[in-house]
């Protein structure tokens, strides 16, 4: 009612979009800016990176980077929530960056309807302040690690099977990499055809969005000491610490910063 009356259109129509969050106690203009300044690369944008782009986008972020091949199936919609029903059989990027779009039009959408590479990786990474793992399986995300670490850009690493999930932060030669605590694959966590309960994935996706506007802006402190490892059946949240191999195969060398 007031707000219609106040119109916000007549006001700064940025400052408005944002008016909620600036209200954080120590969220500025200057966050929203670098937030604005800033690329995401998405590897993956399914139930997990999905929803963290979606959060990205009504953050403010300037621009998304979108990673993820083939077309939407029926069985992805209890999770997926950047597509829609009637983009079954089309391709996930082109609705994700449709959906993106008509949520923020502020925000800059680049697609990437393939899979992942070293060499598509490190291309995407060039102006990217922060990746976001959100593959299904390791081998792609040691891909991901490998090329962050490479190229000196934040990861935020997250994961889920079943009821179960666990987020980090990697910031290269400062804390640990994915290699650095998983230097091998979990063989229970299965590469395809894992349960997944939407809202399971959509927590997760929230919180790697939440890490990733941190590393972004430098508002609050993202996890990269430590691993928050989750079981939402018995809604135990744990925060586990976490530390570098100084002998993993892909940080372990010496800093060359
Ligand atoms: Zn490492």
């Known amino acids: 009612m007031s707000e219609g009356a106040l119109s916000p259109n007549k006001m700064v129509p940025e ?26 690369l998405v590897a993956g944008v399914g139930g997990v990176g999905g929803t963290a782009a979606l959060y990205l986008a009504v ?22 929530i950047l597509m829609r029903d009637s983009g079954i059989g089309q ?12 949520i923020n039009p502020a925000v800059a959408v680049e697609i990437h309807d393939e899979r992942f590479t070293p060499a598509l990786a490190d291309a995407l990474l060039n102006g ?9 399986n390791f081998g792609e995300r040691r891909v991901l690690n490998e090329s962050c670490v490479r190229k000196g850009v934040p990861m935020v690493e997250g994961a889920m099977n079943g009821m179960e999930g666990y987020l980090f932060t990697v910031v290269p030669f400062k804390g ?17 055809g894992f349960p997944v309960m939407g809202a399971v994935s959509g927590t997760l996706g929230c919180l790697m969005a939440m890490e990733t506007i941190k590393v972004l802006t430098g508002f609050g402190r993202p996890m990269t000491s430590h691993m928050l490892a989750f079981d939402m059946l018995s809604m135990d949240f744990k925060k ?18």
Request: hydrophobic share 35%.
């Open 15 to 40: 400052l408005e979009r944002y008016r909620r969050q600036l209200m954080l106690e120590g969220f500025t203009p200057e966050h929203q800016k670098r937030l604005k300044a800033s690329s995401v």
């Open 91 to 102: 391709s996930r990027v082109q609705q994700a960056k449709k959906t993106i779009e008509e």
């Open 59 to 80: 953050a403010g972020v300037g621009k998304l980077v979108l990673v993820h091949s083939g077309q939407l199936t029926l069985s992805n919609m209890n999770r997926q």
């Open 128 to 136: 990217s302040g922060v990746a976001i793992s959100a593959r299904p």
């Open 176 to 192: 640990p990499c994915l290699n650095c605590l998983y230097p091998e694959d979990n063989p229970e966590w299965q590469e395809l």
């Open 240 to 257: 586990l610490k976490i530390a570098r191999d100084k002998g993993c195969a892909v940080c372990g060398q010496p800093d060359k910063a």
